[in-house]
């Protein structure tokens, strides 16, 4: 673990961070679906679960530097959308679609997806983001380097909150898909 102290480490560390944010990036955009399933199956609204879902990764952006590893990271989101998702719901005077008994039943099956993918997905991920076009990167860094909110986001571009979020969903959904050819191309090509 990273371990300096006093000011002729600041600028280390800030790179260190600056590092781990890009991959934090990375990460999230490779843990969306399972971290947006897991919380529509507590609200049960697709909509209001992709804003907790927003507000989850910036979350998970402010508090990078506490995030240990891939495994820790997956888990965390996890943790934290279940909290964040709760909190939304009591905001709405809603009830949860399980009990928090349920809730605590079902998450050691949920623990399998938080091991995230390997080295390959990481890869197909990278070169994936690096294909988007310049407005979807610069969307991303803004949404998930720089944390700004969906509205700040809105705000700073000059658009809509609607199409924002639309073109994020979009985004997402290309990554995912762009990641599922690449990795099965690669598979198709170790079995040859």
């Known amino acids: 673990m990273y371990s300096c102290h006093g000011p002729?480490?600041?600028?280390?560390?800030?790179l260190l961070?600056?590092?781990d944010g890009t991959i934090l990036v990375r990460s999230l955009a490779q843990l969306r679906p399972n971290i947006l399933a897991y919380i529509?199956?507590?609200?049960?609204d697709a909509h209001l679960a992709e804003d907790v879902l927003?507000?989850?990764?910036?979350?998970?952006?402010q508090k990078r530097d506490t995030i240990e590893n891939a495994a820790?990271?997956?888990n965390w989101l996890r943790v934290a959308a279940r909290h964040l998702a709760l909190n939304a719901l009591r905001d709405r005077?809603?009830?949860?679609?399980f009990s928090s008994d349920i809730l605590?039943?079902?998450?050691?099956?949920?623990?399998p997806f938080d091991a995230g993918a390997g080295s390959d997905t990481v890869h197909a991920l990278h070169?994936?983001?690096?294909?988007?076009?310049?407005?979807?990167?610069?969307?991303?860094?803004?949404?998930?380097?720089?944390?700004l909110s969906g509205k700040r986001l809105a705000s700073h571009l000059g658009k809509e909150l609607n199409t924002v979020y639309v073109a994020l969903t979009r985004i997402h959904r290309a990554l995912a898909e762009c990641i599922s050819r690449r990795l099965a191309r690669e598979a198709e090509g170790r079995h040859d």
């Open 72 to 74: 820790h990271l997956a």
């Open 8 to 14: 002729a480490c600041n600028n280390d560390r800030r």
């Open 127 to 147: 070169e994936c983001i690096e294909k988007l076009s310049p407005y979807s990167r610069q969307l991303v860094s803004l949404r998930y380097t720089q944390g």
């Open 104 to 111: 605590d039943l079902l998450d050691p099956h949920w623990e």
């Open 93 to 97: 005077k809603s009830d949860p679609h």
């Open 17 to 19: 961070l600056a590092i």
């Open 40 to 44: 529509v199956s507590i609200i049960g």
């Open 54 to 61: 927003q507000d989850v990764f910036v979350s998970a952006y």
